[in-house]
């Protein structure tokens, strides 16, 4: 299927496969064989070859899953075939998602040798027994050991996902792994409050009554990560997401704003003008689908000017660059009204912005616009 816009400049690349499944995780992956990588890998470049023509990517985002969990060899093709097909004369940032138990010397190598800028690994906790509570495979060791591994090999760019809210995990815990991520200086860190995801092992803990999450805790926790981070020098631009100084992720601010952006593999979802669309979340499906060039396209929809207008207020209030003025007077005057008054808005050069208290409360200013 092809595209007709202009040319899509942020390309995102599913990589459906995990060492083993964390958890609290409904990302879509599963174990995977060499082979079926091996497959996999074959039908993601025929279908990046369906759309190579129409993309002159600033960004390119591989995430999952995970996509160091691939041999280095195929991480090689998948590398080598984004050079020979896709004009990336423009690209300015390329991550890829990273799992600490998966990194490695070569891989970190192959990474640079091939013009990716950006790493994000998951490190979640910084204790070991927490690892172990929320089903990661690495521990603590590893994790320090793959950040300097990759530090070795030449990247300035590394983000650090972390999580709040974890059952057993105290405000001690937190404190302290948010201390010991400031001391490793990574350039970005992403600090996600556990969301109890269906079809999940957290879920069904939760059901029953195993797991119960203590909503004043987690604010708490927002809170000292908002503090100690901004303290530390890390500006905090979207609810989840504080980067040093000219280090923020362009391709997530790319989708908050409501660019089009192109998303390959399994899940992956996409949005070009007014269609929006997702692939099956079917890693045999859509390689068998890929292969016999029949559609592996999940879900569809058209989107209306409204539409877009509203997802990208909603965005735009979970970032502190709020939206332009433009996008949201005479649509929601009301609603501002009202935001305004709270407190948890304000004007500010032009833009509408959340207000600290509103960034705390993002998801409910959000549903304003929506
Ligand atoms: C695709 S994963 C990251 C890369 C790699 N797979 C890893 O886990 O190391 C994206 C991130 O989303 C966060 N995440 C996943 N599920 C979550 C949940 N249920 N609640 C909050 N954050 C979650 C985790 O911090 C995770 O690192
Ligand atoms: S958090 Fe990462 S490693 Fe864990 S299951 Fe999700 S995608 Fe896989």
Redesign the pocket.
């Known amino acids: 299927m092809g595209i007709r816009s202009s040319k899509v400049e942020h390309l995102y690349g599913h990589m459906p496969f995990?060492a083993a499944?964390?958890h609290y995780?409904a990302?879509y992956?599963e174990a995977g064989s060499a082979a079926k990588m091996e497959d996999y890998v074959d039908a993601l470049l025929l279908e990046l070859g369906e759309f190579a023509t129409q993309l002159a990517p600033k960004t390119i985002f591989f995430g999952?899953?995970?996509p160091s969990l691939l041999p280095a060899p195929l991480l090689r093709r998948v590398l080598e075939a984004l050079h020979e097909k896709v004009s990336l004369r423009q690209l300015g940032e390329w991550t890829i998602e990273c799992?600490p138990s998966t990194v490695s010397t070569e891989k970190a190598k192959l990474f640079r040798e091939f013009g990716v800028n950006r790493i994000s690994m998951?490190v979640q906790a910084l204790d070991d027994e927490l690892l172990k509570t929320i089903g990661r495979v690495h521990s603590l060791k590893a994790a320090m050991g793959s950040y300097a591994k990759l530090r070795a090999a030449g990247f300035d760019n590394i983000n650090l996902d972390l999580m709040f809210g974890l059952p057993g995990q105290t405000m001690d815990h937190w404190r302290n792994t948010l201390e010991r991520a400031i001391e490793l200086q990574p350039e970005h860190l992403s600090t996600y409050c556990l969301i109890l995801e269906e079809d999940t092992g957290f879920w069904s803990l939760f059901q029953k009554g195993l797991i119960k999450p203590d909503e004043d805790q987690e604010l708490a926790m927002y809170q000292a990560a908002i503090d100690t981070l901004g303290a530390a020098g890390y500006r905090q631009y979207e609810i989840s997401n504080f980067a040093q100084p000219g280090r923020e992720c362009a391709h997530n601010i790319a989708y908050w704003e409501g660019e089009n952006y192109l998303g390959l593999g399994p899940s992956a979802c996409s949005t070009v003008d007014n269609r929006r669309w997702q692939n099956i979340p079917d890693t045999d499906r859509y390689i068998e689908g890929v292969r016999n060039r029949k559609s592996i396209v999940g879900f569809e929809e058209v989107l209306t000017p409204d539409l877009r207008a509203a997802e990208r207020a909603a965005f735009g209030m979970r970032m502190n660059a709020g939206v332009p003025a433009e996008l949201v007077r005479g649509r929601w005057d009301e609603e501002i009204a009202e935001l305004l008054s709270a407190e948890l808005v304000q004007w500010r050069n032009g833009r509408l912005r959340p207000t600290p208290r509103g960034i705390l409360f993002a998801d409910e200013v959000a549903a304003q616009f929506v």
């Open positions: 995990c499944k964390c995780c990302f992956s999952g899953g995970t799992n998951g």
